[in-house]
């Protein structure tokens, strides 16, 4: 492969008469990796909108609110109202919206997702730790619900 990258180099430095590799490669057009241009903004916020959508979910009932009314938080301890059973299909969920998500919305997805995460892991380890950053998942839940509002559906 780099035989094949460097043997033009060297074919326009000798029909061009380049003096540098540098000169003839600003001369000869970008190939299609190097003209990846950044994704239109309205694009991006159609993916935003399609990730708000599938976590506020058709009725407003999505994953969204349902892991959002099941964290309790009280006196710096938290927990979850969640059986492992009703958490894996919401937090299956909520990782299939982090995984198509634009990168700064699937971020704030999988710190969200830390409370049903945390539910798994004890059901199959009841002696593993809870580790959930209360301030963390706050700041995220806070962060979508702001973000997701404007797509909420109309009740």
Not at 28 to 46: C, F, G, L, M, N
Not at 47 to 66: A, N, V, Y
Not at 69 to 81: E, F, K, N, Y
Not at 108 to 114: I, N, P, R
């Amino acid at each position: 492969m780099r035989k094949t990258a460097i043997s033009p180099v060297f074919a326009l430095l000798l029909l061009m008469g380049c003096s540098t590799a540098t000169a003839c490669a600003e001369a000869t057009p970008a190939t299609p990796a190097e003209t990846i241009e950044s994704p239109d903004p309205q694009t991006a916020r159609a993916t935003e909108k399609q990730s708000c959508l599938e976590l506020l979910g058709p009725d407003g009932q999505g994953p969204l609110s349902k892991i959002s009314s099941a964290v309790i938080i009280r006196d710096g301890t938290s927990g979850v109202a969640l059986s492992a059973e009703d958490a894996r299909p919401l937090h299956d969920a909520v990782l299939a919206v982090a995984e198509a998500a634009p990168e700064d919305i699937s971020q704030l997805v999988k710190q969200f997702s830390s409370p049903t995460e945390n539910v798994l892991r004890k059901a199959e380890n009841p002696d593993a730790s809870w580790n959930l950053n209360v301030d963390t998942w706050t700041a995220a839940a806070s962060e979508l619900q702001n973000r997701c509002e404007a797509y909420t559906p109309p009740t």
